[in-house]
């Protein structure tokens, strides 16, 4: 028989407990995991209800499925599945061999100290037991109880994991007793993505008493040593082995993207790293902003970072081989508003014009020495803008204004003794969502046809005199406008058309 199983646990607790304290502070715990386990194990124990046979030797074909979900806070749930395969004997002749069904189901709450997480549980387990109608004859039992269970996860040092666990059934309708104790080492192998797989090594005793209804007995203690393949989904990324042993030729870099303003992390950034000049493929981090466990080589390593709402950040940072590194991305919001850089010459000569006045809305800017008013904090869309200064004609321009750039805008005054014809500009757009529209303006009196540019904007300049402006464009309504225009006046028109009913 092998070592008693108590123990074989306070020693695997200690150990696990002394190698915490060098695990990484950045372990946590998966809010969601899918587990497939595959292998062989070793059994030694006794059925000790007659007829008293052993077990023993290796069996193939051990299968486990287990499903964990979590909350945001400490409350989950779990099921699993398992199979086991089996060989009895007697003295040195060997009875039979067979598979045996677990399953159980239940909530669980999870509870953490630092980078030890406890998962306690209650449920519904179902298990056969094998018991013998002769000497020969398996004939499993099935026990139908309420499972009290627990589980301790432990992150040990280079990103293996220690699991120690029990359980305690509590059958329903028999008389039962007995409880299941066992702990594994995860070594991690490969990781994609989401998906990992490890090597598992496996301890478990296990002692059950059961009697039916119908009298049946089965009375089983077993040591069960285990190595298997385990395929999981979830969790957080973790060095496989193989990382680990290049660790003195590589450098980790955990990094993290926040707000540039508030500090707020930013879930579902888009990552792309540089390392020796080479890009790598985009990676995204998780749902606390964070990307950890990213192996690289050492030297200066370039992070450019893209997130919706937020200009594109880049940081640098310099990894040192077999060390951590962190690195903290500030991603600053987009723009919301824009600038218009008002410039006003004469018109004849070219010259700035000093001291004008540009005015739109409520707010008015004189002109410096160059010329220029800037006009700040505007909000996207058309913009009016108004321009006069001593002497010369007042102008009216039309400007769209775009977030977080700068429009520039150059109006040319016309002198008031000047006699320059006059000019007509603005914009044609669809009411529908305010798009601009390329039409077609038709001035009769002056035997004038136009079609406006891609933005919908349109200039003409007229004799003085009294107008007629028609403005068409397919599937509008065409509109009509009459105006009066004297010798050198600017006058501003925008246009909208309402779209034909169907």
Do not use: C
């Not at 080589?297 to 893209?306: D, F, H, N, T």
């Not at 310099?318 to 824009?338: D, N, W």
């Not at 000047?418 to 035997?447: D, N």
Request: charged share 20%; hydrophobic share 45%; no cysteine.
């Amino acid at each position: 028989m092998l070592v008693l199983p108590r123990h074989f646990f306070l020693l695997l607790l200690a150990l696990t407990l002394a190698a915490s304290g060098t695990a990484s502070a950045q372990a946590e715990p998966e809010r969601a995991s899918l587990r497939l386990r595959y292998g062989l194990a070793f059994r030694e124990g006794t059925q000790e209800s007659a007829p008293s046979v052993t077990y023993g030797g290796v069996t193939p074909n051990d299968f486990a499925l287990g499903v964990t979900a979590f909350g945001e806070r400490w409350w989950g749930g779990w099921l699993s599945v398992q199979r086991e395969g089996f060989s009895l004997s007697r003295g040195d002749e060997r009875l039979t061999g067979a598979g045996l069904l677990r399953a159980s189901v239940g909530p669980a709450a999870r509870f953490s100290l630092g980078p030890v997480h406890t998962e306690l549980s209650v449920g519904y387990g179902f298990a056969q037991l094998p018991a013998f109608a002769s000497a020969s004859q398996l004939s499993p039992v099935a026990r139908h109880a309420a499972l009290v269970s627990g589980r301790v996860l432990l992150p040990l040092p280079w990103h293996l994991r220690a699991e120690v666990r029990g359980e305690v059934p509590l059958a329903l309708g028999s008389s039962s007793s007995g409880f299941a104790a066992g702990a594994a080492l995860l070594v991690p192998l490969v990781r994609r993505d989401e998906w990992g797989g490890s090597l598992v090594l496996d301890y478990q005793y296990v002692r059950d008493t059961l009697t039916v209804t119908e009298g049946v007995r089965s009375l089983q203690s077993i040591n069960r040593a285990g190595l298997a393949l385990e395929l999981a989904y979830g969790g957080p990324a973790r060095m496989t082995l193989a990382e680990v042993l290049s660790r003195g030729r590589t450098g980790e870099l955990i990094l993290t993207v926040v707000d540039a303003e508030s500090g707020a992390a930013l879930p579902g950034a888009e990552v792309v790293l540089t390392a020796e000049g080479v890009a790598q493929a985009p990676r995204t981090v998780d749902e606390s902003g964070r990307l950890a466990g990213v192996m690289l080589p050492p030297g200066e390593v370039l992070a450019r970072v893209k997130v919706g709402g937020y200009l594109p950040a880049e940081e640098r940072v310099t990894l040192e081989g077999g060390r951590r590194s962190e690195l903290v991305v500030r991603a600053r919001p987009e723009p919301r508003e824009g600038t218009v850089t008002v410039t006003v010459v004469d018109a004849r000569a070219g010259t700035p014009l000093v001291g004008a006045t540009v005015i739109t809305g409520s707010t008015r800017v004189l002109t410096d020495a160059a010329g220029v008013a800037r006009l700040e904090g505007l909000a996207p869309g058309p913009l009016e803008v108004k321009i006069s200064a001593e002497g010369f004609r007042i102008a009216q321009e039309a400007v769209v204004v775009l977030a977080g750039t700068e429009t520039p805008l150059a109006v040319p005054l016309v002198s008031a003794r000047q006699g320059l014809p006059a000019t007509l500009s603005g914009q044609v757009r669809s009411v529908r969502g305010g798009r601009p529209l390329q039409a077609l303006l038709t001035i009769p009196e002056a035997k004038l046809r136009k079609r406006t540019d891609e933005r919908g904007t349109f200039q003409v300049q007229l004799k003085q005199g009294r107008y007629r402006l028609v403005f068409s464009a397919p599937g509008h309504l065409s509109q009509t406008k009459v105006v009066t225009v004297q010798d050198g006046e600017q006058a501003i028109f925008n246009v909208d058309l309402f779209p034909k009913s169907r």
